[in-house]
């Protein structure tokens, strides 16, 4: 069985990744904003399931971004935080889970018109 730590290095040597920045509403208003730049993320398509339970309404409006906890440095995703890709797309988080043994997370996106 693979460990967490053998997770944790792999993520930093996957092929595919892109840098993103992360960028997190907080507080009462969500008036804190920080953002927060990752240097290994990685996208994918959505699902069947995905679209079924209703996420999204088509595989094209939304898209899977997985992001290594461990780069996170101890701050947590939440639903509304935004992701801005490498050609400044940005992307709404509309659904989190946190996987693999909790190594990344997986973040179900739909992208800003």
């Known amino acids: 069985m693979v460990s967490v730590a053998q997770l944790n290095r792999l993520y930093l040597k996957m092929p595919g990744t892109e840098a993103i920045t ?10 804190t904003v920080e953002t927060q730049s990752v240097s290994h993320a990685w996208m994918r398509d959505i699902t069947r399931d995905d679209v079924a339970r209703g996420l999204v309404t088509s595989a094209s409006e939304g898209i899977v971004w997985n992001i290594p906890n461990l780069l996170l440095a101890g701050k947590e995703i939440e639903t509304g935080d935004a992701i ?8 709404t988080v509309i659904s989190i889970s946190c996987v693999r043994s909790q190594t990344h997370w997986r973040c179900i996106c739909r992208r800003e018109k």
Not at 84 to 91: A, I, K, L, M, Y
């Open 22 to 31: 992360l960028t997190t509403k907080r507080g009462v208003n969500n008036d």
């Open 84 to 91: 801005t890709d490498s050609n400044s797309v940005v992307w």
